[in-house]
């Protein structure tokens, strides 16, 4: 199960965060994975101060986003990277590693995030593809919209044909890390949310129970 949120960052923030990409210094991609051989694209240098005021833009809408507190449940927020692909540049199909250094602490990647910057009308090609089963699901989000999907999932992003690919991404540890028990948590508050008060008293409590011990149970 994956979910998109349309407008994860405001237009505002959207632009602020386009304007420190072109100041931002990149590197090459392969300095995260350099086993990897389908890997061709760039990566924000973790060092670099112009970048590190993007990732604080985007860190906050995570944050204040309670639509993805729901669904994610998270515990621990690695700090968003830029990504960028120019014309040729790829990742070829791959899933995200079970652990992040992050700080010199392991953080589990439960959930990837990607959070799209250029719009889509830009560039040609890279849409992000995730593999479900037999079925392939390509997204090319538009500005300042993100999509989360579990980290165990193959993806990949296929050539840029033309025009230039920005995205940040970022990887999510989660309170509850089986994503079967996240998808009957996040399927129940939605009930919650929208049957909830037309539901009689008790059995809305009821369902307040279940949910708090399911939580309570499966946290970890």
């Known amino acids: 199960m994956f979910l998109q949120i349309e407008n994860l960052l405001t237009q505002a923030e959207v632009r602020s965060v386009e304007e420190l990409a072109a100041r931002t210094k990149f590197l090459s991609g392969r300095l ?19 970048g590190q005021q993007a990732s604080q833009i985007v860190l906050a809408a995570l944050q204040r986003s309670e639509e993805m507190r729901n669904f994610v449940l998270p515990r621990r927020i690695a700090v968003p990277q830029f990504l960028r692909y120019g014309k040729g540049m790829t990742y070829g199909a791959h899933a995200d590693a079970a652990f992040m250094n992050i700080g010199g602490q392991l953080l589990r990647s439960d959930v990837s995030c990607t959070i799209f910057i250029s719009d889509p009308a830009s ?12 079925e392939a699901v390509q997204v090319k989000g538009k500005p300042g919209s993100a999509v989360f999907y579990p980290s165990t999932t193959l993806h990949q992003v296929p050539p840029v044909s033309s025009g230039e690919r920005l995205v940040m991404i970022t990887f999510i540890e989660s309170q509850v890390p089986d994503q079967a028990q996240r998808d009957l948590l996040y399927t129940l508050n939605e009930v919650r949310a929208l049957e909830g008060l037309r539901i009689d008293w008790q059995n ?6 279940v949910l708090a011990n399911l939580l309570r149970m499966w946290s970890r």
């Not at 809305?204 to 129970?209: A, C, F, Q």
Request: aromatic letters at 8%; a negative charge.
């Open 32 to 50: 995260s994975n350099p086993h990897n051989a389908t890997k061709d694209n760039t990566i924000q240098d973790p060092a670099d101060p112009v």
């Open 123 to 134: 560039y040609q090609g890279g849409e992000l593809t995730i593999y479900l089963g037999s």
């Open 204 to 209: 809305r409590m009821r369902l307040e129970y």
